[in-house]
């Protein structure tokens, strides 16, 4: 990932296209919110129109999980190879044809269509994610302050809007078919307008996916091979091999299996859980999210002042007693009470962790790709097993396995300490990433980013 060796200052030409590109991401995250979750609002209409149980409901949703699985791991070595902006593109033309079947399956009540529709948007949503990320973490080097809590405060945001719009379309009895293509043209329409502008600053598509691995011997110069007997391994693949960067995925994916599992089955655990209709339990979604958004407002207030560590700590066991909370009151006013608690604690963290996989510069795009391929993967994989398990446990019961998934998180997040990169490192990931880059020359200048 190229950046520059010291942030920019206001006088830099490239000031305002970073701003441009800040306030681009920021409303793609919003977007990419408003899409993966507004239409899980409506998950009691397209059960019903589907003629399936809970528990089926749960084992079709595996089927978006599949395709995650399938394309997740390519992402980084696609990002690097085919640029940022490329790679948006697909993402967005593939949800847009994904989501467009999805609805004829729930229009039609033709469940072979509805499967394909959610194979098809677990294959292409990594690729929005991964890249909407990367980009994020490299604008925070430009600037020189954290701004990724304020990125993922655009996606609760955007969940607000879909799960009030998905209220409003239950209460007038809207069919869930209309509900979903809306949203589906605002977002595409959205999304033409923001990928030029949210990628000014990626990198060019590069063909060098290639790093030295052998810790005992300088790594070979460009364009010259690798000394006989050395290893050399693929970018994206030697960052599976690191410890920190798979400790940091676990962060994620608990942190996204929260969150995940929120949007998917809070509407249904409230309606089934306390026998109230299914805008009050749009509503008590809409609760959750606006909890974990205003915490990531601050969330740059609280890193300047805690650190990553503690913010991090308490986030955990926030989550943890809302959950608990959520899972075993038997009064809708202490379960809401709990919803609060947990939406305060799944906020952070996202950006934390991911701020955390890009400390490094030269390795921030294979390192993104991983923590992104588990919370890939949590986010489509976790809730269909929980709606499963909701079914022999019901469905407040069965959320409270997060909490093991939170204690996992918990004992990995030491993992999300500041990472020191050398100067060496800095120069080389500002100069040596492609060959047409305005990157600035490398200085001792830039600081770990919190």
């Known amino acids: 990932m190229t950046t520059p060796a010291r942030p920019l200052t206001p006088s830099d030409p490239r000031w305002t296209t ?72 697909f993402g967005a033309w593939g949800a847009l044809t994904a989501m467009i079947i999805l609805a004829a399956g729930v229009f039609t009540g033709f469940m072979p269509l509805f499967i394909v529709g959610l194979l098809l948007n677990g294959l292409f949503a990594p690729y929005t994610n ?83 691995v ?49 949007g998917n089955w809070l509407n249904i655990g409230v309606v089934d859980g306390f026998g109230v209709g299914e805008s009050v339990g749009a509503l008590a979604y809409g609760t959750f999210v606006v909890s974990m958004l205003s915490v990531r407002l601050l969330g740059v207030q609280l890193l300047r002042r805690f650190g990553r560590l503690p913010v991090l700590y308490v986030s955990g066991a926030t989550a943890v007693a809302g959950l608990v909370a959520f899972g075993l009151s038997p009064l809708l006013p202490l379960a809401w009470l709990g919803i609060i608690l947990w939406g305060m604690g799944a906020a952070m963290a996202w950006p934390v962790a991911m701020a955390a996989s890009a400390d490094d510069p030269a390795k921030a795009a294979a390192r993104v790709s991983v923590t992104s391929s ?16 909701a079914h022999s446990w019901g469905v407040r019961q069965a959320l409270l396995i997060i ?35 305005d990157a600035t020359p490398a200085t001792p200048a830039l600081l770990p980013v919190r």
């Open 18 to 89: 970073a701003q441009r590109q800040r306030w681009s991401l920021i409303i793609m995250f919003g977007l990419f919110g408003l899409l993966a979750t507004s239409w899980m609002g409506r998950l009691p209409s397209i059960r019903d129109a589907l003629n399936i149980s809970t528990a089926q409901l749960g084992a079709l949703l595996i089927v978006g999980a599949v395709g995650s699985l399938l394309s997740v791991t390519l992402a980084g070595a696609i990002i690097m190879r085919y640029g940022s902006r490329t790679v948006l593109w």
């Open 214 to 262: 052998d810790t005992e011997a300088p790594a070979p110069a460009h364009g010259q091979a690798a000394p006989i007997g050395k290893k050399v391994r693929p970018a994206a693949l030697a960052a599976w091999l690191e410890p920190r960067t798979l400790a940091i995925g676990l962060v994620l994916f608990a942190a996204t299996m929260s969150e995940g599992a929120a």
């Open 130 to 212: 991964t890249t909407i990320n990367l980009e994020g973490a490299r604008i925070e080097k430009y600037l020189g302050f954290s701004v990724l809590p304020h990125m993922h405060a655009a996606f609760p945001v955007g969940a607000a809007l879909g799960s009030a719009f998905a209220a409003a379309t239950a209460a007038l009895n809207i069919d869930a078919t209309w509900h979903i293509l809306t949203v589906v043209t605002v977002v595409a329409i959205a999304r033409v307008l923001l990928i030029n502008p949210g990628t000014a600053l990626a990198d060019p598509p590069s063909k060098r996916t290639v790093v030295h």
């Open 403 to 437: 909490v093991a998934a939170l204690a996992v998180s918990l004992a990995a997040t030491r993992a999300a300490r500041e990472e020191t990169v050398d100067n060496e490192t800095l120069a080389d990931s500002s100069s040596d990433s492609n060959d047409g880059s």
């Open 374 to 389: 588990f919370a890939s993967v949590a986010m489509l994989g976790a809730p269909p097993v929980l709606g499963l398990l």
